[in-house]
């Protein structure tokens, strides 16, 4: 199932972790609807812009699934509307700019980033509907300290 033009049902929902532990992560219809429009409002247009393939590392999540991996059970993963993802040959940190100037997001974060390092940590990405509800939070996390991305 195509959720745009260039990303699949399949690669927003892969996960290895889940194939090892048998756990069926398979979304519901609430939570496709919500896949598409981030893939429609943020990947796309990453992909649009850059011009090369993106492999999402990490997109829609079932609670047992999150549970495995030991996220928060509060994560936007769970609900299709956040997305992790680098692109090749571009520094995440330029990545994470580019996406909070130029497109509507509800929360960005460059996560686990070290400066100086240009494909150290990845983009974390979400996107709500309806489109005023997104906060345009965007913030970087190494893990123990937040602090907004400038």
């Known amino acids: 199932m195509r959720l745009s033009e260039n990303f699949s049902l399949w690669e927003l929902t892969k996960s290895q972790t889940a194939e090892r532990k048998g756990i069926s ?8 609807k919500n896949l598409t429009a981030l893939c429609k409002n943020v ?9 090369v393939p993106i ?7 079932c609670l047992a699934l ?4 030991g996220s928060n059970s509060n994560s936007q993963h769970i609900t299709g509307q956040a997305v992790d993802f ?13 996406i909070m100037e130029n497109l509507i997001f ?3 974060i460059l996560e686990y980033y ?7 940590g990845w983009v974390h990405v979400s996107y709500v509907e309806p489109i005023i509800k997104n906060r345009k939070r965007a913030r970087v996390c190494d893990g123990r300290v937040w602090k907004a991305l400038e």
Do not use: F, M
């Open 25 to 32: 992560n398979v979304p519901g219809k609430e939570e496709i």
């Open 43 to 51: 990947l796309q247009a990453v992909r649009t812009n850059y011009r």
């Open 55 to 61: 492999q999402p590392s990490s997109g829609y999540r």
């Open 66 to 69: 999150n549970n495995a991996i």
């Open 86 to 98: 680098e692109v090749p040959w571009i520094d995440n940190k330029v990545l994470a700019h580019w």
């Open 106 to 108: 509800d929360q960005l």
């Open 114 to 120: 070290k400066e100086g390092e240009p494909k150290s």
